[in-house]
């Protein structure tokens, strides 16, 4: 218990910036598919040393599947020195479709401390007011199971109308609710600077006391749009990590690869294409 509580405190804090670098994870979306080895041999090549795994319909593990199949992904992962920092789930309340209950348990006894909650959504037809006092008890209900579990939940900020948390000011109002150590952020920079656009810093700050993962990748404005781009390429650059350093922010985060174009990783080319747009981004990340 001890242990757990440590594992989840918060970990920005206003303090001097870190000495070490943070512990870089690679969100695992854009390799869906692979066999178990063959995505850890292939994450080793990319060179971080943990994954954020999509454990949720189509994604690494099926959650009807996640007694028998997790345990397989930590172990092929763990034989090449690399951990599962994060599950990406389908769960955003306590339910028996998602199985929340087994999830949860299967991660933790498995070591993994936290998950990204599936996000919530607007109706557009009701006073948001309304929308997000349903919302409360809902979320009350996942965090008392998680923390029973020994399992921090993370919220992530989508950008669009139809995102709860897309101008972070809705959903952190309802996360005051609960300690930092029991709820905390996936702070997306690009959904809040398509979002946002140069009020970004306010949101960043408004996460600040209960940052559990910030979130890496990038985004050019086209037309009256945007479009995913190589984190070098784009709108969100250095002044993003000169905030988290002066804010004492010593990790995780998470690189997110979302700009390729679609394509089989059966196709030896295209994994070629993946793994080096991968280890690109790490290095700019870096």
Known sequence: AVAGATLLRPVFAASP???RSPEISLFTKHLVGLPYEQLADVVAEIGVTGI??????G???EPGRVEEDLPRLVEALRRRGLAITMLTTGINEVSATTRTAAVLRTARALGIPRFRMNWYAYDGRRSPWVQLDEIRPKLRDL???AREIGIQPCYQNHSGAKYVGAGVWDMAMLMRDHPPADLAW???ILHATVEGSTSWPTELELVRDRLGMAYFKNFAWEGKGHRSV??????????YVDRLKRGGFAGPVC????YLP?????DATYLKRAVAASRQDLATLR
């Open 262 to 266: 679609e394509g089989s990783l059966k």
């Open 143 to 145: 965090v008392q199971l």
């Open 52 to 57: 954020e795994a999509p454990v949720r319909k």
């Open 255 to 258: 690189l997110h690869v979302e």
């Open 230 to 239: 190589a984190l070098a390429d784009g709108v969100v650059g250095p002044a």
């Open 186 to 188: 996936a702070f997306d």
């Open 59 to 61: 994604g690494h593990v």
């Open 17 to 19: 910036a870190p000495a």
